[in-house]
Every structure is written in C-alpha cells, then in structure tokens.
Nanobody
C-alpha cells in the first residue's frame, strides 16, 4: 500500500520560512518523480515544484521561483519543500505526489499516480 505523508506545515508570519517533508512508503521511491502541489480555499489545485528521480532536475512554478526549493533524499524515501520568504498568498494545503511514468518533473497533476493527504500552511500578514 502506497502512502505519502506530508508534515511540517503550520502558521507563520509573512517573511518566515518552513520546510515541508513528505515521507513515502510502499513504493520504490528512487524510481519516482516527486511533486508538490497546493490548493487554497476556493481555488483549484496548482503546481508548485517537482524533482526527478535523481534530484538533478527540478522545475518550479514562476510564483515560487527564488523562494521555494525542492529536494529529495532517496535513502530516506523523503522529498522536501523548503519555503522561504513566505507570503500570505502562499496560504494553502500542500500536497506531495508521486509519478512513475513520465520520467521528468512535470506540472500536470494528471501525471501523478499517488497523492498525500496534505498539510496546511497558513501565512499571516
């Protein structure tokens, strides 16, 4: 049974930092492209960042470039999202996802096979 469990969310002030983690089990993690998505209240889910199986290729949304960094540790079956200079508009539930098929970090949620349950990030102004 595949499980993706996010952690690290919370309530912070604008300008603060958070690091989200997503621990994977039930799959051969090193073969999967991993992604982070988010969904704010009343809005559609949107792509944040993705990383290929080796960690050498990453891709991020324009809205988070220069502020968020995705990384992974295949020995720990974990993907991270370091979020710096947080803004109120970053407030959302953040989800990690796993993609076995595409082989590259993609932005389409249809590319991902498994999803976590999400972790709430709230940024106050």
């Amino acid at each position: 049974q595949v499980q993706l469990v996010e952690s690290g969310g919370g309530l912070v002030q604008a300008g603060d930092s958070l690091r989200l983690s997503c621990a994977a089990s039930g799959l051969t993690f090193k073969y999967y492209t991993m992604g982070w998505f988010r969904q704010a209240p009343g809005k559609e889910r949107e792509f944040v960042a993705a990383i290929n199986w080796s960690g050498y290729s990453t891709y991020g949304a324009d809205s988070v470039k220069g502020r968020f960094t995705i990384s992974r540790d295949n020995a720990k079956n974990t993907v991270y999202l370091q979020m710096n200079s947080l803004l109120p508009e970053d407030t959302a539930v953040y989800y990690c996802a796993a993609d076995l098929r595409s082989g590259r970090p993609g932005a389409g949620d249809f590319e991902y096979d498994y999803w976590g349950q999400g972790t709430q990030v709230t940024v106050s102004s």
